[in-house]
């Protein structure tokens, strides 16, 4: 019985975890890009969706569709003027590119994190989701809304799988993150692939936080940790491979949920982190990570 | 060295510094007093990043370590000041190097990763044992460095200055050289026989050494060691701010970047909650638009040195 | 009660009202305060007080010097408050403060309130260890007064009001309790576990959680494996997710004792209603006439800043009027003489009656609770609107749960 609750209860957290790094390992691998400002993007698309849903009487399907379209107008932002500058920027040596798409990500999260303080409080906000109720699963009662996060973020990885590898445009995302100057020599533009890296982004990161929003509840204190777990979880499953975080992300989600049941709710996380540390020593390129 | 334009712009403002008690109220001091701390903790920041190119996210595990010891041995055992901030600055650079010295085979983000990890389990165990740690709320220190504005001031004034040229001259020097090298090209660096691992390293542990001692410092200040203001990320992240902000790789542009980012919150406090959005926009325009920084630009306007 | 967030940016630090302190005729006197005022619940601390004092004024001020509040933001950060406090002791030459709903500044207050003899009373921190100092230290200490429950005391309420709701009306026999793990519960979970069974409620688990938690499912899984009647909690850091995961997990058994979220006026709308049914405390409610003060204050609070006011802008206000009688009394703005007069306070204020607690009580200048002083409230959310449903002398409603609710028979 215990083993089953943690079954069906880790399933669904891992795979919003999943979600949620996917479109992070994603832009890493093709542009080599951390994205510090991931967490305020989803806090972002929660919020909004909330507050369209419930301020507007918008009904639950708008208010997701706002929450995506939400994170979509900030994930462009986030390239068009952040990275795209920095990475064009003349003044700025190549080897330190790095630091500063890092510290301008940051910046912009922590912008987007106090408009959100400002506009709608810190205080937590929950999507009302889209179906409510519980059925029971081998005796296990669990929420509808559960169900679904698992059902919707699959979807959505698996709708992403497809785009990857079986569309012409996903097949040169695939080719832009092995070798991008061989892809500008076959006349590719990469300046259109990375924009449409970030468009498929900036839709998973909605996804992710519209679902989060309705299956946890998010404040926009959470932006950091949220950043900080998808950061881990994709170093884990090795920096760029989206096979690698989804792993990763069920090894985070189960340890945790594992924790919380058979040691104690208040070192939750710990255990997690110690892992991360000792697969970054012991194997710095994660579970399936390419060096 | 003399002639040289830092010296020209330092060496005046320092006086100015000096002199400020003689003519500003005693709140403006205290801002300055926890600005100047906060400077320390960026210079450390920028030796390491700057000059040995490693991008450590945890600026506050060292900060905090060396603060909680000395708040633990005075609390505890009421140790008197000196040994507690010795103390202090021991433990993290011990720390450090325990971090470091694997974390240094690790290169560009894993490395901040671990870093950052760091703070996350450092947070983590100070709530666990709240009991004795004070957890959250923190733990009150018995001494404090002096409960007078301008004598306080003047700690940190001397503090910051004489940390300030340690770390300057040590940029300068041909360690500094050495570190910038390795930062940039390491392998080159290596191929040329210096040991790039032991000098990072070493740099890893002077700017443990200065991030503890500016920590342990600051809680006897304020009297009171709490996650809030010597653990929490945002410290880390401000410290960050503060040194790219003022310039990178120039160690004095991290101190201007933190009196900065303190002024700047203070000139826009009547924007309440906004003050730290408009800050963070300011610093993002700088980033994208002067990378080098304040002292970049300073520095660039008078030529080279 | 809440705990600091992460805390304020250091660019967001520094605030402090440039109150010019021209010199007058009749010199005012000075009260200081010290609060978040970006929060909605901590600008009820600055607004609170200037209501009072504005009233006193025009009732002739204290001997004919009027009252002036000094108000200074902290942004919830102990090294903002700690300078923030000098300044106002050394600089603005202040006579009293008001400091803070956060335990983290108030206990980093502390200390500067003995070296700059400063006397200071908190309107919202409920750590023991407030109270707990001046008891073991108190010739330094004594200028410290604390406004406010203690955690213990906030216990003991919690477990006074479940022999009536829980155990006589609804029959239950059992209890999980569930706190976060943070250092302002460690009091508060003691006491419960001591208080709750000599109530009539057995504790069968206590689980401590981690105040990072956001997937509250593998706790209420095991809360519900153990079969309580009830999940008494304490929970500050953590309030909407909890919340909003019993209601969607249809957790059976009822959540009740201090959620310190709950008693946000926004708690129902950021919960999309998951709140109905949730019990929490407070010690005052601006529908129940705690005192013949607490509605009129709520009303006129209200009127001038457009919200109800949050639990320590009521506290604020009753702590200006108690300063202000103690500094007539003292006769001077010396502050051992108004610390002296402090202590003799009786005064009725929009939380009941206040009286503070000698030096020898292990609770020193702490408040008095019980019947006739402070009694506190049990508030449940119903449909929209807090219901308050304990004391009965005041009660505004009966206990009603949602359907998934499974009471004792």
Redesign the interface.
């Known amino acids: 019985m215990l083993a089953l609750q943690i079954l069906i209860d880790g399933f669904a957290i891992s795979s919003l975890y999943a979600l949620g790094a996917t479109g992070f390992t994603l832009i890493f691998g093709v542009s080599g890009v951390l994205n510090l400002s991931h967490g305020a993007i989803m806090v972002v698309a929660a919020v909004i969706a909330w507050w369209v849903a419930g301020t507007f009487g918008a009904g639950p399907y708008l208010g997701a569709l706002a929450g995506v379209a939400a994170s979509l107008a900030c994930a462009f932002f986030t390239y068009r003027v952040i990275v795209r500058p920095i990475q064009n920027s003349p003044s700025i040596p190549r080897e330190e590119k790095e630091i500063f798409v890092l510290t301008g990500t940051l910046l912009w999260g922590i912008m987007l994190q106090e408009a959100v303080a400002y506009l709608f409080t810190n205080n937590p906000k929950t999507v009302r989701p889209l179906v409510e109720g519980v059925v029971m699963i081998l005796g296990v009662r669990t929420p509808l809304n559960e169900i679904l996060t698992a059902v919707l973020s699959w979807a959505a990885i698996g709708l992403l799988y497809l785009l990857v590898n079986r569309t012409r445009t996903g097949k040169s995302l695939l080719a832009a993150s092995m070798n991008p100057r061989g892809l500008t020599l076959l006349g590719f533009e990469l300046s259109r692939i990375y924009v449409l890296v970030w468009a498929i982004y900036g839709v998973l990161a909605g996804i992710a936080g519209v679902l989060l929003g309705a299956f946890l509840g998010v404040s926009s204190d959470n932006a950091g940790t949220l950043t900080a777990s998808a950061f881990s979880i994709v170093v884990l499953g090795g920096l760029g491979s989206v096979s690698g975080s989804l792993m990763a992300a069920y090894v985070v989600g189960y340890l945790e949920t594992m924790t919380a049941y058979l040691i104690s709710p208040s070192i939750r996380t710990v255990p997690v982190l110690l892992l991360l540390v000792a697969v970054v020593y012991v194997r710095p390129q994660g579970l399936l990570g390419r060096r | 060295m003399f002639r040289s334009r830092t010296f020209q712009i330092v060496v005046p403002a320092l006086v100015v510094m000096a002199l400020l008690p003689l003519g500003v109220s005693g709140y403006i001091l205290g801002l300055l007093t926890l600005a100047y701390y906060y400077a320390v903790f960026a210079m450390s920041w920028d030796l390491l990043f700057g000059f040995a190119g490693e991008v450590n996210f945890g600026p506050s595990f060292l900060i905090g370590v060396g603060a909680y010891t000395a708040a633990l041995l005075n609390h505890y055992w009421l140790w008197p000041i000196p040994p507690c901030l010795a103390a202090g600055a021991v433990a993290a650079v011990v720390a450090g190097a325990v971090l470091a010295v694997p974390a240094l085979r690790l290169t560009g983000p894993y490395f901040g990763l671990v870093t950052l990890v760091a703070v996350l389990l450092l947070q983590n165990v100070l709530v666990l044992f709240a009991g004795i740690t004070g957890g959250e709320i923190g733990l009150d220190l018995p001494d404090v460095l002096s409960i007078d504005d301008n004598t306080n001031y003047y700690y940190a004034l001397s503090f910051m200055t004489v940390s300030g040229a340690i770390l300057y001259g040590l940029s300068r020097s041909p360690v500094g050289l050495i570190l910038q090298a390795s930062g940039q090209d390491a392998i080159e660096a290596a191929a040329l026989g210096f040991n790039v691992a032991k000098h990072k390293l070493a740099a890893f542990c002077i700017s443990a050494f200065f991030s503890g001692l500016a920590g342990a410092m600051l809680i006897f200040y304020l009297g009171t060691a709490s996650v809030g203001t010597v653990v929490d990320i945002a410290v880390g992240v401000n410290v960050i701010i503060a040194a790219v902000l003022g310039g990178r790789r120039t160690i004095i542009g991290a101190a201007v970047g933190s009196i900065f980012l303190i002024a700047a919150g203070e000139v826009l406090r009547p924007l309440g909650q906004l003050s730290t959005f408009v800050v963070s926009a300011v610093a993002l325009i700088v980033i994208l638009f002067f990378p080098g920084g304040f002292m970049g630009r300073l520095l660039q306007a008078g030529g080279r040195e | 009660m809440r ?14 009202a440039l109150a010019a302190p021209a010199a007058h005729a009749a010199d005012p006197i000075k009260i200081g305060v010290i609060a978040e ?4 619940s901590g600008v009820g601390i600055p607004n609170g007080a200037k209501m009072a004092a504005e009233e006193i004024n025009k009732a002739g001020g204290i001997n004919g010097r009027m009252i002036e509040i000094v108000d200074y ?1 902290d942004h ?4 903002d408050a ?2 923030a406090f ?2 106002a002791a ?2 603005d030459k202040v006579a009293a403060v008001i400091a803070s709903y956060i ?2 500044v108030v ?2 207050l ?3 309130a003995g ?2 003899k400063m006397p200071m009373i908190t309107p919202g921190a409920a ?1 023991n ?1 407030i109270t707990k100092r001046v008891h073991d230290d108190y010739d330094h200490m004594k200028y410290v007064f604390h406004g406010y429950l203690a955690s213990t005391q906030i216990a003991d309420v919690v477990c006074e009001a479940s022999k009536t709701l829980m155990v006589n009306d609804l029959h239950m026999k059992t209890a999980v309790v569930m706190s976060e ?4 519960t ?1 009091p508060l979970d003691e006491e419960y576990l001591k208080c709750l069974p000599a109530g009539g409620l057995k504790v069968v688990d206590h ?9 509250f ?3 209420f ?2 809360v519900e ?1 153990e079969k309580p009647d009830v999940i008494v909690t304490g929970i500050s850091h953590v ?3 909890p919340t ?2 019993w209601q ?3 957790v059976p058994m009822p959540m009740y004792g201090v959620s310190s ?1 709950a008693t ?1 006026s ?2 129902w ?4 209603g ?1 709140a109905d049914g949730v019990i929490f405390n407070m010690v005052s409610a601006p529908d129940v006439a705690v005192t013949p003060k607490t509605i009129p204050f709520a009303k006129t609070y209200q009127a001038k800043y457009g919200n109800l006011p949050g639990y320590a802008a009521y506290t604020s206000y009753d702590d200006v009027y108690m300063w202000a009688e103690a500094i007539r009394k003292a006769g001077s703005t010396d502050p051992d003489k108004i610390v002296e007069a402090m202590e003799k306070t009786d005064h009725v204020g929009t939380i009941g009656r206040i009286a503070f607690l000698p030096k020898g009580d292990t609770f020193a200048h702490g408040m008095r609770i019980g019947e006739g002083y402070i009694t506190g409230l049990m508030v449940q959310w119903q449909k929209g609107n807090p219901v308050t449903v304990w004391p009965a002398n005041v009660a505004t409603g009966k206990m009603i749960f949602p359907a998934f609710t499974k009471l004792p028979q």
């Open positions: 705990i600091s967030h992460s805390i304020a940016l250091l660019s967001g630090v520094f605030g402090f005022t970006s929060a909605i933001d919830n950060s102990a090294s700690v300078r000098q300044r050394q600089q335990s983290e206990l980093a502390e200390p500067w070296r700059l750590s260890e793990d943070a250092a302002w460690i689980i401590r959680l981690s105040p990072d938690t956001t997937d499912t593998p706790i899984n095991k494996g309030g909407v997710q909003v995961q969607q997990q249809q979220q946000n926004t708690f709308k950021d919960t999309n998951a």
